[in-house]
């Protein structure tokens, strides 16, 4: 891997903007240790296993969010690399040959899914063996619900990618007008919400919020983010004005038993953060650009960006296997948040570094890059690969909410209005990754 890394990085055009993969690493490597900070596994003294939430024991300590919730960043980033991929490949397209759309699609999720299909696999496997086994336990149990949470980012990107024709040719026309009308919707909508109490209308945020941060990379990518000071100011200024004087709560991720929360549906208040994570990353580009020019540093950067989807994927799994071994081991869990519970953080995150880092070298190499196959043109391949990252995102969607417990129960979760289980989610996931799959390539274009 290390020569490979070498020559990736040596490869690397002189107009690449490093600084967005710096951006994409660190917003998920951000996410990955505030999962394991925040998990507060304690055993009762009638022997059950709970998994508790460090910012619920310490509120004071939800402050830290509106720094340390950084997935907005990795929409935005999204963004910007969608706009140059989509662009890239509408030049290429020859007059009248191919679908630029399914190319798109297929371009653009293949190294996302191939991972996240081998994590729904093994974990369902595993989760159905363990049913038929009449395996039980309360930290199994509560593992097989959680592990599939991060889930959540896999849709949201996938409905990014989906929508980034239509909303790029309206940025190409209306520039910030398209970023404005995305704001005035998610701003309509949280007024319909709290205002008029009307019902369901949240869920139209789940697009609004995180497309108007999407839409910022489009922004990005045509030069046009002139001003990060002030996004920064006025993001960070209404969204602590709606947290004071709204019905907005403090922690910009979800919280246990909260009434309302700011990213389940997301808010406007999210928003308002998104906007300032966005200004304060980009006040941060000359000087991270500058230090993105050391060969040892971009090295580094690449050769994260080569496992990173794998081990956001998995972390969950090595953070929960860390205190799975610890109970076995009847190693003593204090109460969160004590002094020696404190000190027991350092090593917990350690060995689960350690058992991410060969979860990543066990599965690594569904990240990779696979040699484009040429595909047949065939009628009908733009709709087929439209329904496919449609079917994607309501699989993995709806498995993020069920998890993997239950799949012979026939648990289920709501899905915005209708009600799934884990079977009926795997089967959407994959049905939909396989016509994604066989989207025609660009190759044919070169």
Known sequence: MGSSVRELAEKTPTGRDRYIDLLRVASLGTVVVGHWLMAAVTVGGDGRTEVG?????????????????IMPVFFFVGGFSHALSYRSLRRKAPQGGGSVYSAFLRARLQRLLRPTMVFIGVWGVAALAVQLLGGSGALLDVTLRLVAQPLWFI????????????LLRLHERYGW?????LVLAAGAVDV???AFGAPYVEFLNFAFVWLAVHQLGFLRADG?????AAMAGAGLAGAAVLVALGPYPLSMVGMPGERVSNMAPPTFALLCHGVW??????????????????PRVWRGVVAANGVSMTAFLWHLTAMLGVYGAMIAMDVRLPEPATAVWWTQVPLRMAAAVVLTALLVAAFRRFEEPVKAKELPRTPGAGPAAAVGVTLCLFGVLGLSMVGFGGLLEGRTAMLIAVRVTAPAAVGMALVGWLLVERAPTARRWR
């Open 224 to 228: 046009r983010l002139r001003i990060p």
């Open 155 to 166: 849709g949201i990107y996938l409905a990014m990618v989906a929508f980034t024709p239509p």
């Open 177 to 181: 007008g398209a970023f404005g009308g």
């Open 192 to 194: 319909a919400r709290f």
């Open 53 to 69: 939430n460090l910012l619920a024991v310490v509120p004071d300590l939800q402050l830290l969010t509106w720094a340390l919730q």
């Open 277 to 294: 994570l966005v200004g304060a990353v980009e006040l941060l580009r000359g000087p991270a650009t500058r230090w993105l020019a050391r």
